[in-house]
């Protein structure tokens, strides 16, 4: 198997580059949403945006994503999502894929968002109650940290359906158990395009 990385390293400090630049902007989306949410709205008073459709309203869930859960895990959900931003940076450490770093970043901006709250907001340390405010027909509250988290699941399960890797190799003919570099053309034309464009 070849390593997808130059004499440099640039390939995979370029990777991690979009899975950080990733997390940030979804935290920093995520944490000022909620500070506006908190100055501008009251708890339990929907706001209607479109109709029906789409409401702001702001409740505070000490339970897990999309508001499920129940009080007394908060701990439990902060210890979670904290084991799920250590998992990640040891990931990032071989991540030579664009596509899995955008995964990644959104998961990781997502955990940073509902940890933050976790960690800032009262009752306190660890037991914070996460801000929720993003409403839809027949759907629990969520806010924009849950919708990241969503969409790098979404994200990661579609990459592993398609044989594409983290560290950038790319799976062909599972069955024989053959793997590809997606870096790979030379011998392979057509595989080593197909493989380049996937990542």
């Known amino acids: 198997m070849t390593a997808i990385v130059d004499e440099a390293g640039g390939p995979a400090r370029r990777r991690v580059g979009v899975l950080v630049t990733t997390a940030a902007l979804v935290w920093a989306a995520d944490v000022i949403s909620k500070v506006i949410v908190v100055a501008t709205l009251s708890e339990n008073?929907?706001?209607?945006?479109?109709?029906?459709?789409?409401?702001?309203?702001?409740?505070?869930?000490?339970?897990?994503?999309?508001?499920?859960?129940?009080?007394?895990?908060?701990?439990?959900?902060?210890?979670?999502?904290?084991a799920v931003i250590i998992a990640i940076l040891r990931m990032a450490r071989t991540l030579a894929s664009r596509r899995w770093a955008v995964a990644l970043g959104l998961l990781l901006g997502g955990a940073l968002g509902n940890l933050t709250d976790r960690i800032a907001r009262s009752p306190g340390p660890l037991r914070g109650w996460v801000v929720d405010f993003i409403q839809l027909?027949?759907?629990?509250?969520?806010?924009?940290?849950?919708?990241?988290?969503?969409?790098?699941?979404?994200?990661?399960?579609?990459?592993t359906v398609l044989g594409l890797r983290p560290d950038g190799q790319v799976e062909r003919g599972r069955g024989a158990g053959e793997t590809r570099s997606a870096d790979t053309g030379g011998g392979e034309p057509s595989g080593g395009a197909g493989a380049e464009a996937i990542r």
């Not at 109709?51 to 309203?57: A, M, Q, Y």
């Not at 759907?139 to 979404?154: H, K, M, T």
């Open 137 to 159: 027909p027949h759907w629990p509250v969520f806010n924009l940290a849950d919708s990241a988290i969503c969409c790098g699941g979404a994200l990661m399960v579609l990459l």
């Open 45 to 82: 008073a929907p706001v209607l945006v479109i109709g029906s459709l789409l409401r702001l309203d702001y409740i505070r869930n000490p339970g897990a994503a999309f508001s499920l859960g129940a009080d007394g895990y908060t701990v439990v959900f902060t210890l979670i999502a904290a």
